[in-house]
């Protein structure tokens, strides 16, 4: 399992990747977030992070926010900062855990191994006929692959990595502006939902009139 671990505190980054490692995890470590954003933009191999908050050149929580939710990365965050409303905060945003210095290093691998045990059993997700496998982002119909294009397929990962929750036409609209780095039209959402529903050839994808996109989970 590949580790990420974001720590400016060297004694920390040597103890911990000590343990780490010879508990069978790869460890990468960055004591910036200049240095953390440019490894997490170009790595989807990445199978936890462990995240402090204060960084020399900015504050963890941003670095969660602005790429590794939307990657959806599982996250601690290990921190000095015990504060209640920090902590509730970081917690409602999607984090995994939230632990405080100073810390034991087995609950910390304790509380991986629990969170890694239960994104394997999530990584892949079925509705109706249609199979989404989260960590390979495949979308699979009756166990063959639909090929769709670049946005496409990003635009149907928000929609799953959201899985039961409603995703905002103007949330969509800014990321495809994002990757693209053009204007996007408000049309520009309602034709590529549509090719994306004509490739599923299935009717998984509600629409919230006037709000945006949604895809419910079959319960069992």
């Known amino acids: 399992m590949n580790i990420l671990l974001i720590e400016d ?17 790869k460890v990468t470590s960055f004591d910036t977030i200049k240095k953390s954003y440019e490894y997490i933009n170009k790595n989807d191999n990445i199978d936890l992070i462990i995240l402090d908050i204060t960084l020399p050149d900015g504050n963890g929580i941003d670095l969660f926010k602005n790429i590794i939710k939307d990657k959806n990365i599982p996250t601690i965050f290990l921190t000095a900062i015990d504060e209640e409303e920090v902590i509730v905060n ?6 995994e855990d939230y632990i405080t210095k100073p810390f034991s290093t087995k609950e910390l691998i304790a509380r991986m191994n629990k969170i890694i045990l239960r994104n394997k059993k999530q990584n892949i997700i079925n509705v109706k006929d249609i ?7 495949i979308v699979y119909k009756s166990n063959k692959i639909i090929e769709l294009s670049s946005i496409e397929l ?7 990595t959201n899985i039961n929750k409603v995703v905002k036409r103007d949330f969509i609209l800014d990321k495809i502006w994002e ?6 039209l408000e049309h520009t959402i ?5 090719r994306i529903r004509e490739k599923l050839g299935s009717d ?17």
Do not use: A, H, P
């Open 9 to 25: 505190n060297l004694n920390i980054v040597k103890g911990l990747t000590y343990s780490l490692v010879k508990e069978n995890f």
């Open 90 to 95: 970081s917690l409602n945003l999607g984090i």
């Open 131 to 137: 199979k989404y496998d989260l960590d390979k982002m």
């Open 154 to 160: 990003k635009i149907l990962n928000l929609l799953f």
């Open 179 to 184: 990757w693209t780095g053009n204007d996007v």
């Open 190 to 194: 309602t034709v590529y939902m549509k």
């Open 204 to 220: 998984i994808i509600t629409t919230v009139k006037g709000i945006g996109y949604r895809i419910d989970e079959e319960q069992n």
